[in-house]
């Protein structure tokens, strides 16, 4: 495209373009006007002066007229014409730089560079809007692609363990190191399925995130889901050597979906549990505040730091990662939670004191 298409086709070009045109139609239509009615007013104001002259001085009197008329309205209208002119080239100037400034930005965001910023430029409410908008959406952007990239690298991560697992049977099997035998065939196993619960996670908090879960709501005893939820995990507590404490101080209902319900209480036990030395507490409750019905699920194991607390429910977010990793955990269960009880209207929360002094999650849904 060659620059003179490049300014036919501005923004800026074609607003002083459409302001020239307004400008000389007004100010043909003004000398138009001006020499059609100026001489009528002059003749009629000078007979009504009484003053007697010929007609040659009365012919000369009028062209003297409606040439000063002429010369002082073409001076003003030239005038006119170019300090609006200058303007109009000033203000669309401001206003081409702007717009020049969010489709640069724009198409900088469109190739994947998310930290450029339109400034704002003072140019009025929907200017301010329109810059706060485009950041926003950078910022926003920007987000996305991190948590993207972070997730992405997790995911890779936490394949790359049980897969490197059974490579590594597989091939001790084929070199005659081990034998297919039940520890082997174990093995395999419990790696197949730490993938197959990875999929199955990514696939229920995106679903849930989305809002194309299925949920099938049930009047049910709010009471009711926690003892569930213990009972589910009871085995895996006594393995661990954990004490589990259970209050149930309401016998409220509250409509939901029994099993994601108790998919997120059986999500927040577990996660208790990885984090709670044997000898720890694990207390589970259920009461009622107004008219929500409150879980809380609280342990007394390593706790969480205060610049971790506004990240613990984001997909595949630990605090201390390999850590975390050793308890076995997915990285995705609080996301999960998190996803499963917004799909109910609900919300979520996480507290601790600080490291080492254990954590609790409350869990609020609205009774019946």
């Known amino acids: 495209m060659t620059l003179r298409e490049r300014l036919g086709s501005g923004f800026g070009v074609r607003l002083l373009g459409a302001q020239a045109l307004v400008l000389l139609a007004g100010a043909a239509t003004t000398w138009i006007v001006a020499t059609i009615v100026g001489p009528g007013i002059f003749r009629d104001h000078l007979h009504r002066a009484g003053v007697p002259h ?9 062209r003297a007229f409606t040439s000063s008329l002429a010369i002082a309205i073409s001076i003003a209208l030239v005038a006119a014409t ?3 002119l200058a303007v109009t080239w000033y203000f669309s100037r401001r206003v081409q730089r702007s717009i020049a400034q969010v489709s640069t930005a724009t198409a900088h965001v469109a190739a994947g560079q998310y930290d450029v910023r339109v400034n704002d430029p003072g140019l009025g409410r929907e200017f301010s809007v329109l ?15 991190t948590t993207r990239r972070r997730m992405l690298a997790d995911l890779a991560h936490e394949m790359r363990t049980p897969l490197a697992t059974v490579d590594a049977h597989l091939e001790a099997i084929e070199d005659g190191i081990r034998d297919l035998d039940a520890d082997t065939l174990g093995v395999i ?3 197949t399925q730490r993938l197959k619960r990875l999929a199955e996670d990514i696939s229920a908090v995106s679903r849930a995130e989305e809002g194309i879960l299925d949920i099938t709501r049930t009047p049910i005893a709010a009471a009711g889901l926690v003892s569930a939820a213990a009972r589910t995990a009871d085995g895996r507590i006594a393995a661990a050597g954990i004490n589990l404490q259970i209050d149930l101080m309401t016998d ?22 990885r984090h709670t030395p044997p000898g720890g507490t694990v207390r589970i409750s259920c009461s009622l505040r107004g008219r929500w019905v409150q879980y809380v699920v ?6 969480i730091a205060p610049e971790h607390l506004s990240h613990v429910f984001e997909r595949f977010y630990r605090a201390d990662a390999a850590r975390a990793r050793a308890h076995g955990g ?32 409350s869990v609020r849904l609205r009774v019946i």
Not at 136 to 144: G, S
Not at 298 to 303: L, P
């Open 252 to 273: 409220a209902q509250v409509l939901v979906d029994p099993d994601r319900i108790g998919q997120v209480l059986t999500n927040l036990l577990d996660n208790a549990l």
């Open 82 to 84: 170019v300090t609006a």
């Open 54 to 62: 010929t007609a040659a001085e009365e012919q000369h009197v009028e």
């Open 131 to 145: 810059a706060s908008t485009s950041n926003t959406l950078a910022e926003r952007l920007e987000t996305a692609e």
């Open 330 to 361: 997915s990285g995705i269960g609080l996301s999960i939670a998190k996803a499963l009880v917004e799909a109910h209207g609900g919300e979520i929360t996480a507290s601790s004191p600080g490291p080492g002094r254990g954590a609790e999650f």
């Open 298 to 303: 609280a342990d007394t194991g390593d706790g």
């Open 189 to 191: 196993r419990l790696s």
